[in-house]
């Protein structure tokens, strides 16, 4: 199947700074690009939708200025959690989709606020 | 909007055995049906998708069931094996570049 990374894989942080997760699709162009959430033992909870060169529709009850997407091209997505704070501690997945619905998932970052 | 319920959260088997999850969906619309493993700190990985063309998809011992009539659909694992063991999602979705929207999940464990 198709290839999906994330860097970092791990990041603690202080509170107050901001973290930025890159996503990238390794050997696909992916047309969509989607950030998920997860904390422990849940559900994964789909925050935004990116496409390549327009601006990220973000589900109900996510703040955009607060998490910031950047999707620069077809293989490359950042999310950026600004001025974290420790509630903001998670797991965050990105995936990444073919015009032919699948969705491969990146290995995900753990994200820990202090 | 869509919403997906997943049973049961948690199934304990014994080697060797069949496990068996069933989601049901509300969205009508719906055409695509994924199903995703995920091993602890790992990211999801698909194991096996049906369309709303199909009514049943196989891949080795993993098959999947779609009824679109009663609007639920089942993951099937045969002769089970420890490696098995992990959290198993189902999603939906209506389209291409749509948003999939997840079960809450379910821990299988399989016992030697």
């Known amino acids: 199947g198709a290839v999906v990374s994330q860097h970092p894989s791990r990041v603690i942080c202080k509170s107050g700074t901001s973290v930025k997760i890159e996503c990238r699709s390794l050997d696909f162009q992916a047309t969509t690009m989607f950030w998920y959430r997860q904390f422990p033992k849940k559900s994964l909870m789909l925050m935004a939708t990116?496409?390549?060169?327009?601006?990220?529709?973000?589900e109900q009850g996510v703040e955009k200025d607060k998490f910031l997407i950047n999707h620069a091209s077809l293989t490359l997505s950042t999310l950026t959690v600004t001025s974290a704070h420790p509630e903001d501690s998670s797991f965050y997945i990105c995936?990444?989709?073919?015009?032919?619905?699948?969705?491969?998932f990146g290995p995900g970052t753990r994200l820990t606020v202090l | 909007g869509e919403n997906v319920e997943q049973h049961p959260s948690t199934l304990s088997v014994q080697e060797g055995d069949s496990a068996v999850i069933k989601c049901t969906y509300s969205?009508?619309?719906?055409?695509?049906f994924p199903w995703y493993k995920q091993e602890l700190g790992k990211g999801p990985q698909l194991i096996i998708d049906i369309r709303s063309n199909v009514g049943e998809k196989k891949d080795q011992r993993i098959a999947v069931t779609l009824n679109k009539t009663a609007k639920h659909f089942s993951l099937h694992i045969t002769e089970t094996q420890p490696e098995d063991s992990a959290v198993y999602f189902c999603?939906?979705?209506?389209?291409?570049?749509?948003?999939?929207?997840f079960g809450k999940g379910t821990t299988l464990s399989v016992s030697s």
């Open positions: 969205d009508s619309a719906s055409n695509y």
């Open positions: 999603a939906a979705s209506r389209n291409a570049g749509t948003a999939l929207i």
């Open positions: 995936s990444c989709g073919l015009a032919t619905d699948t969705q491969y």
């Open positions: 990116s496409n390549e060169g327009s601006k990220a529709t973000y």
